[in-house]
């Protein structure tokens, strides 16, 4: 089992970064695929990012070259570097984690982080 504490959400305006952070407890984080997903008022929950335990990457057609999805297996951690935020960003940001799962759907993932709210000004 992997417990997730997502965090780094904020307040920014249009144009700005922010990092999120998924620390993951358990000894076998380098296993896992981690995905980052995203859900605003009233929509459902969508893909972001995924990377997998081998380092390779998805991202989504609206985050593509402004969202990096990056881990550290040595900090059992996973990070979502968004920069040139727009305000259709804004959402509630959770990662996710999986053994065998690596895609982009989210019922598919066994573990969750709480969730960080990021909200973009414009």
């Known amino acids: 089992q992997v417990q997730l504490v997502d965090s780094g959400g904020g307040l920014v305006q249009a144009g700005g970064s922010l990092r999120l952070s998924c620390a993951a407890s358990g000894r076998t984080f380098s296993g896992y695929n981690i995905g980052w997903f995203r859900q605003a008022p009233g929509k459902e929950r969508e893909f972001v990012a995924a990377?997998?335990?081998?380092?390779?990457?998805d991202y989504a057609t609206s985050v593509k070259g402004r969202f990096t999805i990056s881990r550290d297996n040595f900090q059992n951690a996973a990070y979502l570097q968004m920069n040139s935020l727009k305000p259709e960003d804004t959402a509630v940001y959770y990662c996710?984690?999986?053994?065998?799962?690596?895609?982009?759907?989210?019922?598919?993932?066994?573990?969750w982080g709480q969730g960080t709210q990021v909200t973009v000004s414009s």
């Open positions: 996710a984690a999986d053994q065998r799962y690596s895609g982009r759907l989210a019922g598919h993932y066994d573990y």
């Open positions: 990377i997998r335990w081998n380092s390779n990457t």
